[in-house]
């Protein structure tokens, strides 16, 4: 007889006696050692590999990858500007070829530039006249006194100390430039202003107080010279002997050297 | 020939809707569900499964083989096959259907390798079988179950395993051709003609048996 088992589509296919007989024949069993060996190593595995927090693991790696991305622009957009820009003038500095240098760093440089240049309005204003003073000297009008050395020190404007004090090799002489500052930080602006590579501007304007200079003789002694009383008072009487003006140095001779015999 | 299929439970199966023994054994909890909670470090859910499936499982293979030996060797590949694969489980199919793919495949695997179809067998049917009350039914029964054995062993392997996974695994023709890698109409036709002659090899037996009385 044939039966419909299985959803019917086995229709027509099986017999009834043919499955009654299987059944009656196939009566084993899996061996019991067997089943007991499998079932130890189904449990052995069963705490390893997979647990319930690896279906987080790529869920969790995504969020860690999207969190790292945010922290990042995050910092980046947090960033100072000014911090920015501060490491930018250096590289704007560098020696490019003019109208190069981008539009940002330019108007940094006019700022910083106008800046100084108000600084040394403000604070000093007396060391134009002192220049000018200088450079009349130079033309023989009038001998007006250098400024000490220690007030030019404080000069705010100073930047470099050589650039501070340019000597200039005229008729193998050395001579102070004494409105060096002055000169350096309009030179220094003027770099500034017109780019890099108008080191031509700075060294005219050196040169210029280098040909004031060379006719106006240095009216300071060299510490060495201040080592040693009677060099120094040689120093003041070689002043005098080119007509400079030597009061300075004997006050100084003075307070350094008070039982010194003054010339 | 017996098709070899891959061993993944990913390919997606025309399973029916409407299965009566296989719909039994899949209720409460589900074996799927069952192998999902081993999946996720469920001991005790693999042992439900596993006393679900074992016996069947294992007559599948004794007769399959023909061997018992072979019969256990492959029946613990098999389930170790299954609980290393947990991870990669997932329950697209029915658990029968996945799990008698993997003895399939086990099976042929085992073929291959031995070459081995003429092997003789060792299952003395006799050790399993049940008490009779009447002596002329005993007899009968006992010429039935040598005349079947005789028959099911003599089967071609293709149609011995059709009808053992329509027996033991309780498969729709579709399940069957699933596993086999056959079509439908294939594994109907294979399962028809072992029927068939299982049938004659039955009826002879009980017409001797009828004779000799």
Sequence with gaps: MTTERNTGQAEDVTDDRVSEVYRDLAGERAPASLNERILRDARARAGSGYSWWMGWLRPAAWVATVGLCLAIVIELTNTPVADIEQDDVPAARAPVAPGVASERSDEQLIRDAETSHDELRQQQPALKSEADGVAVNASGLATPAAPPRDERAEFPGRTTASAAEPKASANGNFFEVNDAPILEDAAEMAEMREG??????????????????????????????????????????????????????????????PDAELP | MIAVKPLSSSTALSCPTTVTYAAAMETAPEDSALMLRYRDGDADAFETLYRRHNDALYRYLLRLCRHRDTAEDLFQDVWGKIIKSRDRYRPTAKFTTFLYRVAHNCFIDHLRKTKRHGSTADIDPDTQASAATDAADEAERQLARRRLEAALRDLPDEQRDVFLLFEEADMSLDEIAAVTGVNRETAKSRLRYAVNKLKVAIGAAIADSVEST
């Design chain 1, 196 to 257: 890099p590579g108008q080191d031509r501007v700075r060294q005219n304007a050196l040169r210029s107080v280098a040909e004031r200079a060379d006719v106006n003789p240095a009216e300071e002694c060299d510490d060495d010279v201040r080592s040693a009383p009677e060099s120094w008072i040689e120093c003041i009487l070689d002043i005098e002997r080119r007509g400079g003006n030597a009061d300075d140095e004997r006050n100084r001779l003075q307070d350094a050297f």
